[in-house]
């Protein structure tokens, strides 16, 4: 086996687990940061506004800004743990290895139509130039930002899921058993 082909294998064990990927930690702690953000800013603007009967602008639209990196940023994580909404009612009744091929595909098709997105988003960027936010006066592409690394990233973990998927479709073990607790984790 050569470099390459060992270092895109180590790339892709790194983001099967959650422990070894560095990226997955990132976008976790930046989901808290928006999370935390967005819940601050709404208190602030609810205890100004109606305790204190001096509303401050900028409150309502940070809460809305961290919203959205809130959302966007969730999805790559929500693909990586397969936690994305999904009707498996055909899935279960497969057996474990017709069922993983299964999956595979399918996150094989939404690693592509996610990623057709992602690439739209570069025009969304674009289209939004030089706008700037009313409040806080940030530029839009900034926000729009989100975007395009949630969808990004989400592309790479439903890339890897499939693989993941493949893996266990193609793997040696015999025993259905065996398979099953592999597409079962």
Known sequence: MNQSSQSAGSIWQRLSTERGDPLFHVLRWSIIVAFTVMVVAA?????????????LGWTGELAQIMMIWFVFLSIPILARRVRLMRVDAVLVQLAPRKRAALNAAINLICAGFIGWMAFLSVRLLDLAGNQISTALKIPYPYIYLS?????????LYFLAVAIA???VACSRDTTDSGVQRQVED
């Not at 208190?43 to 509303?55: A, C, E, S, T, W």
């Open 43 to 55: 208190i602030l603007q609810v205890i100004f506004r109606y305790f204190i009967g001096y509303p």
């Open 147 to 155: 975007i395009l690394l949630g969808l990004g990233f989400a592309t």
């Open 165 to 167: 998927g493949f893996r």
